[in-house]
């Protein structure tokens, strides 16, 4: 049998982590982008998979996150413990959906991110300032701008920028992705249990293809 999902406490924790985190950092905002190959750091926190959407999870002042959701991915909400229990808001936000769906109606981007605080006066008296997590960070020898270039589509960073102010936002990539100080650089228990169980089905899928082997055997006939 598959491993349970984690528990409504294990995200719980996660938060904190990436609250404290924040905190270290003198971040007042959070912002983290997920896609259909970049959705880990989101399904870390809150247990969604965005599919073939864009999705967007903001941490802040506010007493219970956010989830920015494109049409498919409300269906997939109740999947996220914290969503069960109350603990996680969700807006749709239809240009996050696919092309050929409705993509009107519903509040702009820069309204949402704006009714999060972001931009006004944060809760410390001071201008905000936008971590903004996709999947990677650059060094200065990358890029010119270092912790200013964000990896994340421009509409979205845009939006941030336009609020907040370019030098307010900046990339928090790293947070997670960092292999000594990210946040998912340590496995806690239930991942490793999750982590062996994929291995495992990975690596018995491969050996039943070898050992199916045949000469003159097509490719499409090995799995």
Do not use: I
């Given at each position: 049998d598959s491993p349970p999902v984690p528990p409504l406490a294990e995200f719980e924790r996660r938060l904190a982590l990436a609250c404290?985190?924040?905190?270290?950092?003198?971040?007042?905002?959070?912002?983290?982008?997920?896609?259909?190959?970049?959705?880990a750091n989101i399904a870390w926190l809150t247990n969604l998979d965005p599919r073939f959407e864009e999705m967007v999870f903001v941490l802040g002042p506010a007493s219970r996150p956010l989830v920015i959701v494109g049409n498919e991915c409300?269906?997939?909400?109740?999947?996220?413990?914290?969503?069960?229990?109350?603990?996680?808001?969700?807006?749709?936000?239809?240009?996050f959906s696919l092309l050929?769906?409705?993509?009107?109606?519903?509040?702009?981007?820069r309204e949402i991110l704006a009714g999060e605080n972001i931009g006004a006066a944060s809760r410390i008296g001071a201008a905000s300032r936008i971590g903004c997590a996709g999947w990677k960070y650059f060094s200065t020898a990358e890029d010119a701008a270092g912790r200013l270039a964000l990896d994340v589509p421009s509409f979205i960073a845009d939006a941030l920028r336009?609020?907040?102010?370019?030098?307010?936002?900046?990339?928090?990539?790293d947070l997670f992705m960092c292999p000594e100080k990210g946040l998912r650089a340590t496995a806690s228990a239930l991942e490793i249990a999750r982590f062996e169980y994929t291995n495992i089905q990975a690596a018995e899928a491969v050996k039943r293809m070898l050992l199916g082997l045949r000469p003159g055997l097509r490719d499409h006939d090995v799995f």
């Open positions: 404290a985190a924040m905190e270290r950092r003198g971040f007042t905002h959070l912002v983290v982008y997920g896609d259909r190959e970049h959705f409300e269906g997939y909400l109740p999947f996220s413990p914290l969503y069960r229990a109350g603990g996680l808001r969700s807006e749709r936000f239809p240009t050929s769906q409705p993509r009107d109606g519903g509040r702009t981007l336009d609020l907040a102010g370019r030098e307010n936002v900046e990339n928090a990539s």
